[in-house]
């Protein structure tokens, strides 16, 4: 075997993904799912289509079989190509991004980067997920300052400029920095972000957006959005492997920028010349998920972003209109794509939330999470490219056999 043939390209930097051309074939024949399952939890979990899986067994094959060949020689030039391949995909620079695993880890560097001092304030709503406000209690305690401030924003919400002034109007003087979410988790609202940057902008207020839930679900077009940070996972909606997700940091915060896990940053000899090479090497690990990211995004485009958009908030709002009869109360939103994407949240009538979860897996194979959100019982539905109006029929022939069984008296 000579040099070049070890240095092959990298599965997911050919030409676009080794997909069918002109074939119709059904989108759920893309994935791999358990028979026994029908899963609209896309949202928590998301399960890599196969052609990821592959692309992902590759490069832990490399890994496996020449550790030295793969660390030294083939793994920074494969992370900084699956970053440029991202950063376009997101609209921004690739200087602008690093990889990391998740949004929690993104999130836990800006918390742990971000200049507080005694007396400042972080501001978040009521519709951030719960191990944010945990990250940014944590760091509020750190820095010897007040916890977090929550603004309880409409309900329901029907207003751009409502949720936009709500927010700033919780802000103060002391207020240095808003995090919010660009789609909430539990209630599956898109925000309007933009506008949120802009006017935090305005007051000198620096923006962190928690992006889980956005990336191909809604356009993420980052040198457009005016905002300091963004933490996201490419685990969910985009189908990468679990372990996959960016930090972007606009240049101007770029300077005090650390990883939470400090290692040998960008290999053992070089000096570090970038705030993203401290981010490279953080310890001895299987990298494949973020190598792997180019892949899922070569399948998108091939499938069409806006087709995936299209269909899936389509059976996001079947979901809807067929779960609305089971509700006792109207929905947090309109039924508008301006609200809410590929995932549809109803109210449902006040449940035992473990109960009625685990009913619908163990007696209907289905899984869905049952949510409770500001003392209310929701239902979550994701709805991604294999899932079919016939699941969500049988959703919701399973809730009505099993909502009287759990009901809750109201508190």
């Known amino acids: 075997m000579t040099r070049d ?37 896309h949202g928590s979990f998301g399960p890599p289509p196969e052609c990821v899986r592959q692309a992902r067994a590759e490069w832990q094959r490399r890994l496996d079989e020449q550790p030295m060949d793969f660390y030294l020689r083939q793994y920074e030039p494969a992370w900084f190509a699956a970053r440029e391949r991202l950063a376009r995909f997101v609209g921004t620079s690739a200087e602008n991004l690093v990889l990391v695993d998740n949004a929690t880890v993104a999130m836990n560097a800006v918390a742990d980067s971000f200049p507080l001092r005694p007396g400042d304030q972080v501001l978040l709503t009521d519709h951030e997920y719960g191990a944010v406000l945990r990250i940014w209690q944590r760091a509020c305690r750190r820095a010897g300052t007040e916890p977090p401030r929550i603004a309880r924003l409409p309900q329901p919400l029907t207003s751009t400029t409502d949720v936009v ?180 949240q109803m109210p449902l009538p006040r449940v035992d939330r473990q109960q009625l979860q685990t009913r619908l897996w163990q007696r209907h194979g289905i899984e869905v999470p049952i949510i409770d959100w500001d003392g209310q019982s929701f239902i979550r539905v994701s709805c991604h490219l294999y899932n079919t109006p016939e699941q969500i029929d049988r959703l919701v022939a399973a809730l009505r056999d099993e909502l009287p069984g759990v009901a809750m008296s109201p508190p």
């Open 165 to 344: 002034d709500t927010l700033l109007a919780a802000a103060t003087p002391a207020t240095r920095l808003i995090v919010v979410s660009h789609i909430t988790s539990a209630t599956a609202v898109i925000l309007p972000v933009a506008e949120i940057c802009q006017a935090a902008r305005q007051r000198g207020i620096a923006v962190c957006i928690d992006g889980p839930h956005a990336l191909l679900q809604t356009p993420v077009a980052l040198d457009q959005l005016p905002c300091d940070y963004y933490t996201t996972s490419c685990h969910k909606w985009l189908c990468a492997p679990l372990g996959s997700g960016f930090l972007y940091v606009a240049p101007r915060h770029q300077a005090g920028m650390a990883p939470s896990v400090l290692s040998w940053g960008r290999g053992l000899q070089e000096q570090h010349r970038d705030w993203s090479d401290e981010f490279i090497w953080s310890g001895t690990g299987d990298p494949s998920a973020h190598l792997t990211i180019g892949t899922a995004i070569d399948l998108f485009e091939h499938l069409g972003v806006e087709e995936f958009r299209s269909r899936s908030h389509r059976l996001a709002r079947y979901a809807r209109q067929q779960l609305l009869a089971l509700a006792d109360r109207p929905p947090l939103v309109e039924d508008s794509a301006d609200w809410y994407g590929s995932m549809a």
């Open 5 to 41: 043939d070890r240095q092959q390209v990298p599965p997911d930097q050919g030409d676009g993904g080794n997909f069918p051309k002109n074939t119709p074939v059904p989108f759920s024949s893309y994935w791999k799912l358990r028979a026994d399952t029908i899963y609209l939890n």
